[in-house]
């Protein structure tokens, strides 16, 4: 079986989701992820200029909203900021919880997640040590409810732990869950000085999911210095990070999973498709 292509559904800016599905699936796509999202109502969603949808909303609804457009949904987004201090405005293990909720109900069997960019004096001035601890008891109970539904969490390098082949190795080793898997950015990575061949190498059966992002010469500057990045601006294959590598040895380790472009800007988002489909994926 060949690695299945997605489309990260913030293609466009203030557009609402049932938008957004409707344009990957004219652009060819056969699957996508519930990318943005959050707790209770969204007044910019209702007004219908954003595509965030609701974790406490009927799932079903979701999944009637993609299927209509004949695309599947491959995984539920619940990016976190694991290292800053809990508070109802930051997005942690509560919502994660409705994350996996929501995904068990519909037959999604994927929830990525990451540690995030620290915004707070506390977050910063945390040790290794100490960061691994916090996101593992932050991530306690979520894995314990995932195991129960049959669902997974997938860490996904976005931080300057997770962004480390070693650092992450900790992590999922103090975690200690079946629960837990790896949801493999390879901009992210790159960027954050790690190298995603070494993670696939190191940690390739953990892998369950891939986003793809390639980035340009100009981000060398910044390597080891930024921690993740939305979405990339230029197509697969044109940047340093050495995509086509790193699809060969996903390849060699046996993954042929679900994987996401987090590419904007139409051209290049069918570019990197096409790229993509031409080493043999689908």
């Not at 945390?126 to 314990?144: A, V």
Request: glycine share 10%; hydrophobic share 40%.
């Amino acid at each position: 079986m060949a690695i299945k292509i997605g489309c990260f559904a913030l293609i466009n800016p203030f557009q609402t989701l049932d938008k957004q599905v409707k344009q990957i699936k004219e652009w060819g796509f056969n699957y996508a992820d519930i990318t943005d999202n959050a707790d209770g109502a969204c007044l910019g969603s209702h007004f219908g200029f954003n595509a965030v949808a609701s974790l406490d909303a009927n799932a079903f609804d979701l999944k009637r909203l993609f299927e209509s457009n004949g695309i599947t949904i491959t995984s539920v987004c619940a990016h976190a900021t694991l290292l800053d201090p809990s508070a109802p405005w930051r997005y942690g293990t509560s919502q994660i919880v409705k994350a996996i909720r929501m995904a068990a109900s519909i037959g999604v069997k994927h929830v990525i997640t990451t540690e995030g960019d620290t915004h707070t004096e506390f977050g910063k001035s945390l040790t290794t040590d100490e960061g691994i601890f916090l996101m593992r008891e932050k991530l306690h109970e979520p894995l314990r409810m995932a195991q129960d539904y049959g669902v997974k969490i997938l860490l996904e390098p976005h931080g300057h732990l997770t962004d480390s082949v070693s650092t992450m190795e900790k992590i999922i080793d103090a975690c200690n869950s079946d629960a837990l898997g790896i949801n493999l950015d390879t901009g992210n990575m790159w960027l954050g000085g790690g190298d995603p061949v070494e993670m696939i190498h190191k940690l390739g059966s953990k892998i369950e999911h891939v986003h793809w992002k390639d980035l340009p010469e100009e981000y060398m500057e910044e390597r080891g210095k930024i921690f993740g990045c939305g979405m990339a601006l230029i197509p697969l294959g044109k940047g340093v990070v050495g995509i086509e590598n790193i699809y060969e040895e996903l390849v060699k380790a046996g993954f042929d999973g679900y994987s996401t472009l987090e590419v904007a800007g139409e051209e290049a988002v069918l570019e990197s498709y096409n790229y993509l489909k031409a080493l043999g994926a689908e």
